[in-house]
C-alpha cells in the first residue's frame, strides 16, 4: 500500500516504530553497555542507559576462566564447515532434482522431505547412540555431520530446487549441444547464477550452526572442546550462580562480529533470505 | 509452492540416443547420492531406531536393554508430568505463533510505507535475527532479574513488576516474548517481500471504488499474501516445537513444570535422568506432533489459500 501519507500518519507511523524498535534494540545495548561497566554498578538504581564509570577488566576475566579464544574458533570453523558442507551438498541435490531426469526422482525428493519432519531433537537419543559406538562423543564431528545431513540441509536442498526450477533451461541447452557434462554445467554456469539463493541457504546454516545448543551439550563434556552457546552459559560462581558482567562481556563477543556483519551487508542480507524461494 | 509436482516446464526432447538418457540418470544420481546416504545414516536410520529404542526399557546407567512391547508407551500414558508438559508446549507454542504472526505483519505493513529511514529501521528490527541465541538469551535473563533491568524501567514509572522468571505465568509469557523478539524479523522480511509483491493495481482499483483502508487490507492484502501465511506459520510451529535453548538457560522448565516443552522434558528424561527408551518414546511423541501439524497445515493450504503461483 504505497501511498504518500500525511504528515500526522507519518508521525504515527514513526512513533509506533521507534517505541516497537525498543524490546529489539535495547537488549543488544544493554549487554554491550553493561560488559563495560563495573560489577557495583550493572543492577544500579536508577539503571545507567550509559555506563557511568568504565571497566574493562571482566574481558581478561572471560579468557581465564575458560579456554574462551579456543571455543570461539570451535565455533567458527564448524559453522564454516556446516555451512561449506550444505551449500555443497543442497545445490547438487537441488540441481539434479529440479533439472535431472532419472528414474524415481519423485519418489526420491519426497523421501528426502520427510527429513524436513524430523529435527534432530526427534532423533537426539539413537544420533547419541551412534556417534557413541563410532567413538565420537566429545568430539566435534556429530555438530558437523548432523546439521550438514538434517532437516536444516534438507530445507537448503528445498530451496535451492525452487530456485533452479525457476532458472530458463535455455542458459545450459547451448552448453548441451556443446558437449559439455552435466557436473561442469552445475559448476561454470547454473550455480553462478544462484549465487543469491546460495547466499540465502549460507546465512541461514550459518547462524544454525552457530546457535545449535541442544547437540553440543548433549555431545561436549570437556571446556575445550565447547561451542559459544554452550561456553556462555558456563560463566558461573561456585554455586551454580551467573557471573553476569564475564557472562554479558562473552555474550557481547559472541555477538558483535556477526552483528556487524550484518550492518555492512545488511542489504544482501535481508533481501537474499527474502527472495531466496521461501515466500512460496 | 511447488512440492511433489515434476518440473513440468521439461518439453521431451527428441534425442535418440539413450546413452544421452543414461548419462542423465547416472548423474543425477551422483548429484544426489551425498544427501541421500547422509540422510539415510543421519536421518532416516536414526528414525527407525527412536521407534525400535521406543519398544526397551534402556537405562544407560543401570545398564539394561531389554525389548519390552509397549510399556513404554503405558508409562507413557499415566505419565502424571505428561498433561502438564503437552500443556506447556502447546500454550507455548499457541502463544509464541499468534504474538511472532500478529508483529510480524504489523511490521512489515509499517515497513511497507513509503517514508525516510525505513530501511534503518528494517535493519533494526531484524538485528536480533543474527545476535547468538544463547547471548540474546542470556540478556533477557539479566533482565528479568527481579532486580534487573526491565523492573528498574518500570519501578522508574512507579509499577512493581514482578519476579517475572519465578512465578509460573510471568515464566511462560517470558520465554514467548524472548523467542518472538529474537526472531520475528524472519517472518517480518517474508511478509514484507510479500506485500511488495501485491500488483498495485487492486488497490487503485479498490480506490477508485471507494474501499476503505481497513477493508483493502482484509479483501486485498491478506487473501494476496496467504501462501506466505501459511508457510510461514507452519515454519514458526514447527520451530516453535524445537525450542530448547531459551528454556535451558531462562527457567530450566521450572518454576515447578510450568514452562517444561516436549523437547526440554525429553531431554531431562533421556540425559539426565538417562531413561533412553523413555526419552526415544518422547521422541516419537514429538515427531507424530510435528508430523500432524504439518499434514494438517498442508491440507489447509488448498482451501484456505487464495492463489498459488
Redesign the interface.
Known amino acids: 500500500?504505497?501511498?504518500?501519507?500525511s504528515p500526522r500518519i507519518?508521525v504515527i507511523?514513526?512513533g509506533?516504530?521507534t517505541v516497537?524498535?525498543i524490546?529489539?534494540?535495547f537488549?543488544?545495548w544493554?549487554?554491550v553497555t553493561?560488559s563495560v561497566k563495573p560489577i557495583s554498578d550493572i543492577?544500579a538504581?536508577?539503571?545507567d542507559i550509559f555506563p557511568r564509570r568504565f571497566d574493562f577488566s571482566t574481558y581478561g576475566r572471560v579468557f581465564e576462566l575458560q579456554p574462551f579464544a579456543q571455543q570461539y574458533w570451535n565455533s567458527a570453523y564448524i559453522a564454516a564447515l556446516v555451512t561449506a558442507g550444505t551449500m555443497?551438498?543442497?545445490s547438487?541435490?537441488g540441481?539434479?532434482?529440479?533439472?535431472?531426469?532419472?528414474?524415481f526422482?519423485?519418489t526420491?525428493?519426497?523421501?528426502?522431505?520427510?527429513?524436513?519432519?524430523?529435527?534432530a531433537?526427534?532423533?537426539?537419543?539413537?544420533?547419541?547412540?551412534?556417534f557413541l559406538g563410532w567413538g565420537m562423543i566429545n568430539t566435534h564431528w556429530p555438530l558437523v555431520?548432523?546439521p550438514?545431513?538434517?532437516?536444516p540441509?534438507?530445507f537448503a536442498?528445498?530451496v535451492m530446487r525452487?530456485f533452479f526450477?525457476a532458472l530458463p533451461?535455455e542458459l545450459e541447452e547451448a552448453a548441451r549441444v556443446d558437449g559439455l557434462?552435466?557436473?561442469k554445467i552445475?559448476w561454470t554456469i547454473a550455480l553462478p547464477l544462484a549465487r543469491p539463493a546460495l547466499g540465502a541457504v549460507a546465512i541461514f546454516t550459518f547462524?544454525h550452526s552457530?546457535?545449535l545448543?541442544?547437540e553440543p551439550?548433549?555431545f561436549l563434556s570437556s571446556p575445550e572442546n565447547f561451542t559459544?552457546?554452550?561456553a556462555?552459559?558456563q560463566f558461573t560462581d561456585a554455586y551454580g550462580g551467573?557471573l553476569?558482567n564475564v557472562?554479558?562481556a562473552a555474550?557481547?563477543m559472541?555477538?558483535l562480529p556477526?552483528?556487524i556483519?550484518?550492518?555492512i551487508a545488511?542489504?544482501q542480507?535481508?533481501e537474499g533470505?527474502?527472495?531466496s524461494g521461501?515466500?512460496? | 509452492m511447488t512440492v511433489a509436482a515434476p518440473p513440468s516446464t521439461r518439453k521431451a526432447r527428441k534425442r535418440p540416443f539413450w546413452t544421452m538418457e543414461r548419462r542423465d540418470s547416472l548423474a543425477g544420481y551422483l548429484f544426489i547420492a551425498p544427501q541421500m546416504i547422509g540422510i539415510t545414516i543421519f536421518v532416516l536410520i536414526p528414525l527407525a531406531l527412536v521407534f525400535w529404542y521406543s519398544l526397551h526399557e534402556w537405562n544407560v546407567l543401570a545398564q539394561t536393554f531389554r525389548f519390552q512391547g509397549l510399556a513404554n508407551y503405558q508409562t507413557l500414558l499415566s505419565d502424571p508430568g505428561l498433561p502438564q508438559v503437552l500443556g506447556a508446549t502447546t500454550i507455548f507454542s499457541i502463544g509464541l505463533v499468534i504474538f511472532n504472526m500478529s508483529l510480524a505483519l504489523l511490521l512489515a505493513v509499517l515497513l511497507d510505507q513509503k517514508l525516510k529511514g525505513i530501511t534503518l529501521y528494517r535493519t533494526l528490527f531484524f538485528s536480533p535475527v543474527v545476535v547468538s541465541l544463547v547471548a540474546w538469551t542470556i540478556v533477557w535473563g539479566f533482565l528479568l532479574q527481579n532486580n534487573g533491568g526491565i523492573n528498574a524501567l518500570l519501578a522508574s514509572v512507579g509499577i512493581e513488576g514482578p519476579n517475572w522468571l519465578r512465578h509460573p505465568t510471568t515464566a511462560m509469557i517470558s520465554v514467548i516474548v524472548v523467542q518472538v523478539f529474537k526472531n520475528v524479523g524472519l517472518n517480518m522480511v517474508l511478509f514484507l517481500a510479500a506485500l511488495q509483491g501485491v500488483p498495485r493495481e487492486l488497490y487503485e482499483a479498490a480506490r477508485v471504488d471507494g474501499t476503505p483502508a481497513f477493508r483493502q487490507f482484509t479483501r486485498i492484502t491478506l487473501p494476496m499474501i496467504s501462501p506466505t501465511v501459511l508457510l510461514t506459520s507452519i515454519i514458526t510451529i514447527v520451530g516453535s516445537l524445537q525450542v530448547f535453548a531459551q528454556i535451558a538457560v531462562l527457567t530450566q522448565g521450572g518454576p515447578g513444570m510450568s514452562t517444561t516443552v516436549l523437547v526440554y522434558y525429553l531431554y531431562q528424561q533421556a540425559f539426565q535422568f538417562h531413561k533412553f527408551g523413555y526419552g526415544a518414546t518422547l521422541s516419537i511423541v514429538l515427531f507424530l506432533i510435528v508430523a500432524i501439524l504439518t499434514f494438517v497445515q498442508w491440507q489447509m493450504r488448498r482451501k484456505l489459500v487464495f492463489y498459488e503461483d
Open positions: 500500500m504505497k501511498t504518500d501519507l507519518k507511523v514513526y509506533l516504530m516497537l524498535l524490546p529489539f534494540v537488549p543488544t544493554w549487554m553493561s543492577f538504581f536508577p539503571p555443497m551438498f543442497s547438487m541435490a540441481y539434479a532434482f529440479a533439472r535431472i531426469r532419472f528414474p526422482a519423485n526420491l525428493f519426497m523421501i528426502v522431505l520427510i527429513g524436513l519432519l524430523i529435527p531433537e526427534v532423533t537426539i537419543v539413537p544420533l547419541f547412540q551412534m555431520l548432523i550438514i545431513f538434517g532437516a540441509s534438507v536442498t528445498f525452487q526450477i533451461k557434462g552435466r557436473f552445475f547462524l552457530w546457535n545448543y541442544l551439550i548433549v559459544l552457546p554452550q556462555l552459559t551467573a553476569w557472562q554479558l555474550a557481547t559472541t555477538a556477526v552483528l556483519v550484518f550492518i545488511q542489504r542480507f535481508v533470505l527474502a527472495h521461501l515466500k512460496g
